[in-house]
Structures are given as C-alpha cells and as structure tokens.
C-alpha cells in the first residue's frame, strides 16, 4: 500500500462516457494504491462547440482544457481518449499510464438490426470521423456518408429518431457505457481500421509530480503502450491529426523469436479514392520507430498528398 495520504484530484470531461472512464481509472487507483480520488469536471472546447471538429482545429479541442488546469495545479492527473490527444509531446506533462486497451475496433449502429452489406442503397450513416468516411465510400456499398456530432446517447437517438439508417462509433465507448449489444455490426478492421490510439486511455500528470507518476505507472499495460506508441509514431511522422483520415492499428503477437508487433495503417480521400494501405512488422521495443518506418513508406506513395487534400 502506499503512503501517499492526499486525495488525488483527477479531471475529466463531463460527458458520460468521459465519467464512467475515468470512473474505472479512479475505482483502479482506490484498490491498487489505497488513495481516495476525487472526480473533478472540466468542460472542453470540443464539449461546448457543436462545429465540426475539423473546422475547430481538430486536434486537442478535448484535452486542452485538461491539460491547463494540470499544468495550473488544480487537478493531479487527467484522463484523457488517447486518440484525442496531441502527438506532440509537452515537456511539461507526463504519459504516466496507458491502461490496457479495451476493443479498438469500429461498429455499426442502424435500424432494423442491418449490417453494412444490408443497408439500402442511399442510406444516411452517420460519422464525425473523415478516417471512417473514407473507408466506408472505399468500401463502395452506395451508401450516403453524412456529418453527426455529438455523445453516444445523442448519435444513437438520431438514427432511431429516423435522421440516419446508422451510425459509426467506437466498440470501446459502447463497451464502457454497457451498451455493447445495441452495435448492430462490429467491423472488421480489414474493412475499416480504427483511429491510432483508438479504446485507449491516457493518464496525464505534471513531469515533476513524482508522487502521481507512481501511483499512475502501476495502471500501465506495456502491450498497450507498444502498441499505441507504434500508430502514433505514424501520425506524428504523417504529420496527421483528428481532421485527416488516417487509420492505424498494432498488435502484439507470438512470432518465432519472441513477441511481435504488427503495424498496419491506412491513408484515405474521404470520397473513397484513392487509398494507401501498408503493413510493417517490429520489435515491440522498437514501437515508434515501426511507425515512423511505415509512415516514411506511405509518404513515398503520396500520403502527403491525400493528407494536404483532406486538411486543407
């Protein structure tokens, strides 16, 4: 058991999903540590903004907000999406724990209980996501991909309300908030690779704060780590954000000589076309340099130029 006595504020959005996985860090922090936590809320630009996230800037509308009360002194630690967080690092924060990974794959919510391959020609499905449109127009099932924001909850009550047939979202957000069995299809990443980081958590805390920092490393899932380490390494290389659609996803695997990380990732034209789509394989000790190497080979087939188009 520790010695550390204090509560441990830690910030989090306000939304549902947001509380309930911050909830499952604090609840994990109470019988691994034995500190009292204390759930403080913080509202984010993305929370308050019902824009489109690429027209916000995309990247870190989530987190900023997160980030300046840590750095304020106001909370002790943040937990953030990790797909929502900036790949630049910031000298003054720490990425003390990646939790294990809960299921990074995409699903579809729609009427009638319909799979992709089921829906009519012409359907309205639903996403915020540029990553996913593109990967659903290359599919070329027909369908019309059309813009949704907000929570689970809103994005599910639209397409039960008749605005959408169906609806794109994260398998790991249904999870947490025990809604699993309301996804109508679950997504082969072969068909649709998810956001790098995607069903991933990140527990942030000051770099100095030496005590948070410990209590947070006995949370971390190196699996996990290595993993995201790799698809995020490809979206720094990419120079991408939330706002151009780029999928990754690695996992570790049994190889001959010991564990194996598998890297594949996918560059995309929201219209569907065209579409770069490259693998590479590594060391899980050598996870950011497996993303860097694979980006560098998307680059030399145009990726830049997909990623220019998208962003611009």
């Known amino acids: 058991m520790t010695s550390v006595q204090h509560v441990v504020r830690l910030g989090t959005r306000a939304s549902a999903l947001a509380t309930t996985q911050s909830g499952h860090i604090a609840d994990r922090l109470r019988a691994e540590t034995g500190v009292e936590v204390e759930l403080v809320m913080i509202s984010t630009e993305g929370d308050r903004s019902s824009a489109p996230l690429a027209t916000m800037g995309g990247t870190g509308v989530f987190v900023a907000a997160l980030r300046e009360a840590l750095i304020r002194g106001e909370i002790d630690l943040a937990v953030h999406s990790l797909k929502d967080l900036p790949t630049t690092p910031d000298a003054r924060l720490v990425l003390a724990a990646v939790p294990r990974r809960e299921d990074p794959r995409d699903?579809?919510?729609?009427?009638?209980?319909?799979?992709?391959?089921?829906?009519?020609?012409?359907?309205?499905?639903?996403?915020?996501?540029?990553?996913?449109?593109?990967?659903?127009?290359?599919?070329?099932?027909?369908?019309?991909?059309?813009?949704?924001?907000?929570?689970?909850?809103?994005?599910?009550?639209?397409?039960?309300?008749?605005?959408?047939?169906?609806?794109?979202?994260a398998r790991a957000g249904l999870l947490r908030l025990g809604r699993a069995d309301e996804a109508t299809e679950i997504i082969d990443p072969l068909q649709m690779l998810p956001a790098p980081g995607q069903g991933a958590l990140a527990c942030e805390c000051r770099v100095d704060d030496d005590a948070t920092t410990r209590l947070l490393e006995r949370l971390d899932d190196s699996d996990t780590r290595a993993a995201v380490t790799a698809e995020?390494?490809?979206?720094?290389?990419?120079?991408?954000?939330?706002?151009?659609?780029?999928?990754?996803?690695?996992?570790?695997?049994?190889?001959?000589?010991?564990?194996?990380?598998?890297?594949?990732?996918?560059?995309?034209?929201?219209?569907?076309?065209?579409?770069?789509?490259?693998?590479a394989t590594g060391k899980p000790s050598e996870a950011a340099a497996v993303g860097e190497r694979l980006a560098v080979e998307m680059l030399a087939e145009g990726a830049d130029t997909l990623i220019a188009v998208a962003t611009s």
Do not use: F
Not at 144 to 152: A, E, L, M
Not at 254 to 265: I, N, Q, S, T, V
Not at 266 to 278: E, F, K, N
């Open 232 to 279: 995020r390494s490809l979206l720094a290389t990419l120079e991408a954000g939330c706002s151009a659609p780029v999928g990754a996803l690695a996992e570790i695997a049994e190889g001959d000589d010991g564990d194996e990380l598998w890297l594949r990732a996918v560059v995309g034209d929201v219209s569907g076309s065209p579409t770069i789509r490259l693998s």
């Open 107 to 169: 699903v579809l919510v729609a009427r009638d209980g319909m799979t992709l391959g089921e829906l009519p020609q012409g359907a309205r499905v639903g996403t915020g996501s540029p990553r996913r449109a593109a990967q659903l127009n290359a599919l070329g099932l027909g369908v019309d991909v059309v813009p949704i924001r907000g929570n689970v909850d809103t994005r599910i009550a639209k397409m039960h309300a008749g605005d959408y047939d169906g609806v794109l979202l």
